[in-house]
C-alpha cells in the first residue's frame, strides 16, 4: 500500500483531462501519477518538467537517458514505465536494455554518439560535473539545447526517485523489472 491514498475515479476536474488521457482503455492511470495528482500545485510541476513532450533530444536518445538514470539508481518503477511504453518504439532491444542495466554500458558496441551519452549520465549520476574532456567528447555528439535536456533529464528522473521511494509506489502491474 502507498503512503499516501492515490487519486481514484472521478478525478478532480482540474486534473481529469490530463490523467484520462494518461489511463490506457479500461484501466486506472499510473499509480505515480494519481499520486502526485493529489496535489494541484505538484502536479502542475511534475507535469510542467516531465521532458516527455518533443523536444531537442530525439526521443531514442532522451529514453537512453531515462533508461541509464533508472539502471543507475535503481528506479524499478520508471525503468518499467518506460520499457512497456518506449523501448520498441524507440528501436531499443532486449540486448541493448540489458546493456543499459549493466554497471559497465559503454562496453556493448553503442555508436559514438551513445556511449558518450550513456557516459555522461554515468558521470552526472556519479559526480554532477563533466571536467572538460567529459565536455567535449558530449558536446561532439550534442547541441547546446540538447545538453540542457540531457542533464535536465537525469536530475529530473532522480526526482521521480524520490518521489516513487518516499511514498512506497510499487511497479505498474505487467512492467518489467531493471534486468539483473
Known sequence: MTRIAPLTRPYPEALAPALDALTPEGGEAPMLFRIIGTSERAWQKFAGGSL????????RERELAIFRTAARIGAHYEWGMHAALFAERCDIDADQ??????KDAESAGWSDADAALIATVDILIDRRHLDDEEFARISAHFSSEQLLEIVQLVGFYQGVALI??????????????IPA
Open 97 to 102: 536494455l540489458e546493456a543499459l542495466a549493466k
Open 52 to 59: 516527455l513532450d518533443k523536444g531537442p533530444l530525439p526521443m
Open 164 to 177: 516513487i521511494g518516499t511514498f512506497d509506489i510499487p511497479p505498474e502491474p505487467g512492467t518489467p523489472p
